[in-house]
């Protein structure tokens, strides 16, 4: 069974770059029938925050990225701990003692020979002699992966083939001196506990990825597929720090729907055109990393809107009926969707039916609105006021097109532009156009 998993640190809120690897975590899952598992990140005890853990779980609600399946990091440390022993048994973990400004000052030194900064482990050549001596001057060790010197390669499903040099990388740190855990030895441990059979993440994780793949070798563990996804860019074709603020809050303030951000952010970067889907079916019916490219993705937010608006003219009137004035009924939301760009609009467009509202008439048309009052008064209105209405006054006044229609669209409506007449007037009514003509 195909397994993702979606893995935020509960430091903040969710941002269009969290989202987007939540998004085609989920399409993988669904596109296979697998299943979608939340993991929250929190082994940094000092960031990590409960009410940012519920913010994640309720985004993903929202977004309809609902998990089949949550854990935390922060209750596995017994896992952990097991899952390390074994490593430091098997000679694939050392401690090393070196200070932060120590690592940093071989770093310079290195470079300044013109040699790449890697690590020269120098910590395992101390002796047990050494260590002791170090602890009891009060120094603790962080811990380093002892990485294997050969080539690592894997075929990515969105990169293709990738290849690394383990000899060129530093062993990375994987456990502070105080005994806290990094991001890198835990993650693989939970995918190999979780049965995660592919990652998908930013490419700014490729390296990382050359890392752990050695860490599932040294723990005899399969290595799960990898899908590294180019990372987004804003409108401008550059990485923005704005993207960084978007968020799921800010959506929702913007009366963004979250079909329409699912809609553009499985589509963007591929190869497949951006379309409004208000369900997702078809989205997974059609996901595949295949078509992902290797360019930047470019995230626009006018984009977004107007994506955003032809989810709304597909929106039932079920779905939206919560978030409406209280008056619209489902001949009012019909009538007045095809000129939403949010649903939040239709407060403004339902001010338009029950008024009041501020027409406005050329002095050329007031004696063709004077015929209009008069007609529309005798008339029945049982059936199409607005056809019965425009057929009359033509045939008494001669009048057709733009010049019969937007001087009753201005004097019932007071703009130049909006629903449709013939479905709009029968929610006016009969008692309010009259008003509006005579005024």
Known sequence: MTVTRFAPSPTGNLHIGNIRTATLSWMCARHAGGRFVLRIDDTDRERSEERYVESIRADLDWLGLTPDAAVRQSERFALYEARFEELRAAGRVYPAYETAQELD????????????????????????????????????????????????????????????????????????ADGSWLYMLPSVIDDIDLAITHVVRGEDHVSNTALQIQMFAALGAPVPLFAHAALLTGAEGKLSKRLGSLGAEHFRAEGIEPQAIVSL??????????????????????????????????????????????????????????????????????????????????????????????????????????????????????????????????????????????????????RDHGPDMAALLPLIGRERALERLTA
């Open 105 to 176: 000052l071989k770093r310079k030194v290195q470079l300044g020979r013109g040699l790449p900064p890697i690590y020269d482990r120098a910590a395992l050549a101390l002796t047990e002699t050494d260590r002791a001596q170090l602890e009891a001057d009060g120094a603790r060790p962080h811990w380093r992966f002892k990485l294997d010197p050969s080539a690592v390669e894997w075929d990515d499903l969105i990169r293709g083939h990738q290849h690394f040099d383990a000899a060129t990388m530093s062993d990375p740190v994987i456990r502070r």
């Open 265 to 414: 952010l499985a589509r963007i970067g591929t190869s497949d055109p951006v379309e409004p889907f208000a369900e997702p079916g078809p989205l997974v019916a059609a996901f595949d990393f295949s078509r992902f490219g290797r360019a930047p993705a470019r995230f626009d937010e006018g984009e977004l809107a107007q994506l955003n608006a032809r989810i709304v003219h597909q929106l039932d009137y079920d779905a939206v009926a919560d978030r409406l004035p209280a008056a619209i009924d489902r001949a009012g939301w019909e009538a007045i969707r095809p000129n939403l760009s949010t649903v939040a609009v239709a407060d403004d467009w339902w001010r338009v039916v029950e008024g009041p509202i501020e027409a406005t008439a050329e002095a050329d048309d007031r004696d063709f609105l004077a015929a209009a009052h008069r007609v529309a008064g005798a008339m029945a209105w049982d059936d199409d006021p607005w056809h019965a209405l425009t057929a009359a006054l033509k045939e008494e006044t001669g009048r057709k097109g733009k010049p019969l229609f937007l001087p009753l669209r201005r004097a019932l409506t007071g």
